[in-house]
């Protein structure tokens, strides 16, 4: 096992790393913002803000862009992501080492990120041949009826913190093959990440040869920054992944323009553990979902609803599960959970538990530890929180490690304390029941975008729709026909009789 000594190194890291990705140094050497590491909490580089001018040109610059990159046929710009998904496959390293430099992933899921965004390049490239329409019976004789899809415009991909790349390839990928410019605002916390992945994407670029200036930009900046994009008419399609709270600024205002939204936003998943529930299996998975991440994932397991006659078999292994995952530096090979992203999200932790306490919870674990190696970064034991019942604390996301546990007694009660929460992502139930699973996915069933049976609610491939309903936001994002919301459709009718035959029965005889 490496460890890691003394503060300073990650900055180095990261500055090594950015140079081999094709960074230059000044997009990271100056500027109003900082980008810590949480493993340290040193900072590593100084990033500029966008100002307004310069968000109004990137937009003007896209706009140009996309109406030469329309005309593309769809396969030859799959040609581009196709070429992006092999400069990520060289890079991967790279990159997913500068994801938990970033954003404190350990190794595999830093590489696991970079593999999610090749897996969509993969999968982009494949749905630029398939960007289909129907052909729909008409009432009309001589005249055929068809839907065409069409390029959409500028699309705006607002990023959270937490998955700094692969959110954004999600969209990305999909709007590059679909016709449209991208403007890219990734989280203030996380600008390393993104500008590394638009190097790439401009070494991708260069080999296709003929893409037009402005089609892919990174703004830099907080939410004034994504706020120009959200009021900018010319941006057709914002896609925006955050808090529940960043959806509720931002949905009133792309509606007031009638722009399209993609709102991916906050989760309190669940998962019901039933009497035959596999145990070990559940245990896992349970554990996976809940600490991996340093339960920091939009899917991660908040809310475990567990029948009373298994409740102390399972609490035993997920105890012993909780003792047993190591807390610490995520570049050092046995660490599992890492640190949280900053200060911040810790007091919310600290928070949180403090009412779990007030609620007659009893809780285990949730402490800082390593402070005297890390003192400005904040690593802290995963929390188990037993309740007596749903409180207020367990009906809201902390963006943290903690697991609430709550006992049921027949399926009706678990549904139903399941979907009594404000969010609708993320859920499981683990069963060997045929027709309880099988009622947990039905319509009276889980109320959320995504419904697992016997695996957790986190690490989604991107072959299926990605989100959620209720304050989750409603979009959708990556496999399936996701694809659509990237693209405008339009219904043709065309008439190759000799008549003028009008819909409903309708007579104008002139
Ligand atoms: P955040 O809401 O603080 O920030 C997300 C992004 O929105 C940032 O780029 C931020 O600058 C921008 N932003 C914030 N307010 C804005 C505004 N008014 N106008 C324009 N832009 C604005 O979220 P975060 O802390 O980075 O990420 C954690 C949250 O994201 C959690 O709630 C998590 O569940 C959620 N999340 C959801 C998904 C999903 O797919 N559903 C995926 C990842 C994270």
Same mark, same amino acid.
């Given at each position: 096992m490496t460890?890691?000594g003394?503060? /300073?190194d990650?900055?180095?890291?990261?500055?090594?790393?950015?140079?081999?990705?094709?960074?230059?140094a000044?997009?990271?050497?100056?500027g109003?913002?900082?980008?810590?590491?949480?493993i340290?909490g040193?900072?590593?580089?100084?990033?500029?803000?966008?100002s307004?001018?310069?968000?109004k040109?990137?937009?003007?610059?896209?706009?140009?862009?996309?109406?030469s990159?329309r005309?593309? &046929?769809?396969p030859?710009?799959?040609?581009?992501v196709? !070429?992006?998904g092999?400069?990520?496959?060289?890079?991967?390293? *790279?990159?997913?080492r500068?994801?938990? !430099?970033?954003?404190?992933?350990?190794?595999?899921?830093? *590489?696991?990120?970079?593999q999610?965004?090749?897996?969509?390049?993969?999968?982009?490239?494949?749905?630029?041949r398939?960007?289909?329409?129907l052909?729909?019976? %008409?009432?009309? $004789?001589?005249?055929?009826m068809?839907?065409?899809?069409?390029?959409?415009?500028?699309?705006g991909?607002?990023?959270?913190?937490?998955? &700094?790349?692969?959110?954004?390839?999600?969209n990305? %990928?999909?709007?590059?093959i679909c /016709?449209d410019?991208?403007?890219?605002?990734p989280?203030?916390?996380? $600008?390393?990440?993104?500008l590394a #992945?638009?190097?790439l994407?401009?070494?991708?670029?260069?080999r296709?040869g003929d893409?037009?200036?402005?089609?892919?930009?990174?703004?830099?900046? /907080?939410?004034?920054?994504?706020?120009?994009?959200v009021?900018?008419?010319r941006?057709?399609?914002?896609?925006?992944?955050?808090? %529940?709270?960043?959806?509720?600024?931002?949905?009133?205002?792309?509606?007031?323009?009638?722009?399209r939204a993609?709102?991916?936003?906050?989760?309190?998943?669940?998962?019901?553990?039933? $009497?035959?529930? &596999? *145990?070990?299996l559940a245990?896992?998975?349970?554990?996976?979902?809940?600490?991996?991440?340093?339960?920091?994932?939009?899917? #991660?397991?908040?809310?475990?609803?567990?029948?009373?006659?298994?409740?102390?078999?399972?609490?035993?292994?997920?105890?012993?599960?909780?003792?047993?995952?190591?807390v610490?530096?995520?570049?050092?090979?046995? #660490? !599992?959970?890492?640190?949280?992203i900053d200060?911040?999200?810790?007091?919310?932790m600290r928070?949180?538990?403090?009412e779990a306490?007030a609620?007659?919870?009893?809780?285990?674990g949730g402490?800082?530890?390593?402070?005297?190696?890390?003192?400005n970064?904040?690593?802290v034991?995963?929390?188990?929180?037993?309740?007596?019942?749903?409180? $207020?604390?367990?009906?809201?996301?902390?963006?943290? &490690?903690?697991l609430?546990?709550?006992?049921?007694?027949?399926?009706?009660?678990?549904?139903?304390?399941?979907?009594?929460?404000?969010?609708?992502?993320?859920?499981?139930i683990?069963?060997?029941?045929?027709?309880e699973a099988?009622?947990f996915?039905?319509s009276e069933?889980?109320?959320?975008?995504?419904?697992?049976?016997n695996?957790g609610?986190?690490g989604a491939?991107i072959?299926?729709?990605?989100g959620?309903?209720?304050?989750?936001?409603g979009?959708r994002?990556a496999?399936?026909d996701?694809?659509?919301?990237?693209?405008?459709?339009?219904?043709?009718?065309?008439?190759y009789?000799?008549?003028?035959p009008?819909?409903?029965?309708?007579?104008?005889?002139?």
């Amino acid at each position: 096992m490496t460890t890691y000594g003394a503060i /300073g190194d990650v900055a180095r890291e990261a500055k090594e790393l950015l140079a081999e990705l094709g960074v230059e140094a000044s997009a990271f050497s100056n500027g109003e913002l900082a980008a810590h590491s949480p493993i340290t909490g040193e900072a590593m580089g100084r990033v500029s803000v966008s100002s307004a001018g310069a968000v109004k040109g990137a937009i003007g610059a896209a706009d140009r862009a996309f109406r030469s990159w329309r005309k593309v &046929p769809a396969p030859r710009r799959g040609e581009l992501v196709r !070429l992006f998904g092999e400069e990520l496959r060289a890079a991967k390293s *790279l990159l997913g080492r500068l994801v938990t !430099l970033e954003a404190g992933k350990i190794a595999s899921e830093g *590489l696991g990120e970079v593999q999610e965004m090749i897996d969509i390049c993969d999968f982009a490239v494949g749905v630029s041949r398939q960007l289909h329409g129907l052909t729909i019976a %008409t009432e009309r $004789p001589g005249h055929r009826m068809m839907e065409t899809w069409h390029p959409l415009g500028v699309v705006g991909v607002i990023s959270s913190f937490n998955f &700094p790349v692969a959110v954004w390839a999600w969209n990305a %990928t999909l709007a590059l093959i679909c /016709g449209d410019a991208l403007l890219w605002k990734p989280s203030e916390k996380t $600008p390393l990440t993104a500008l590394a #992945t638009q190097a790439l994407l401009m070494r991708a670029a260069a080999r296709f040869g003929d893409a037009p200036e402005g089609l892919s930009s990174v703004l830099l900046g /907080g939410s004034e920054v994504g706020a120009h994009l959200v009021d900018d008419e010319r941006v057709r399609l914002v896609s925006a992944t955050g808090s %529940t709270a960043m959806g509720r600024a931002v949905a009133p205002r792309l509606a007031q323009r009638f722009a399209r939204a993609i709102l991916e936003l906050g989760g309190n998943n669940a998962a019901i553990v039933c $009497p035959s529930a &596999p *145990l070990d299996l559940a245990t896992r998975a349970i554990a996976f979902a809940a600490m991996g991440t340093a339960g920091q994932r939009c899917t #991660t397991l908040r809310r475990l609803i567990v029948h009373e006659d298994v409740y102390e078999a399972l609490l035993d292994r997920l105890r012993s599960a909780y003792a047993s995952a190591r807390v610490g530096d995520p570049r050092e090979s046995q #660490t !599992l959970v890492g640190p949280l992203i900053d200060e911040a999200a810790h007091a919310a932790m600290r928070a949180t538990l403090k009412e779990a306490r007030a609620s007659g919870g009893a809780v285990t674990g949730g402490d800082r530890v390593l402070a005297d190696r890390f003192p400005n970064a904040y690593y802290v034991t995963p929390a188990l929180a037993e309740l007596a019942e749903q409180a $207020p604390v367990a009906r809201r996301e902390t963006f943290a &490690p903690i697991l609430f546990v709550m006992k049921y007694r027949d399926f009706e009660h678990a549904r139903d304390m399941h979907n009594s929460v404000a969010h609708g992502l993320a859920s499981s139930i683990f069963t060997s029941d045929l027709c309880e699973a099988e009622r947990f996915l039905s319509s009276e069933g889980s109320d959320c975008g995504i419904a697992n049976v016997n695996i957790g609610p986190s690490g989604a491939e991107i072959g299926g729709a990605f989100g959620g309903e209720k304050d989750s936001g409603g979009g959708r994002e990556a496999g399936s026909d996701a694809w659509k919301a990237y693209m405008r459709r339009a219904t043709n009718t065309i008439n190759y009789s000799k008549d003028l035959p009008l819909a409903q029965g309708v007579r104008f005889d002139l």
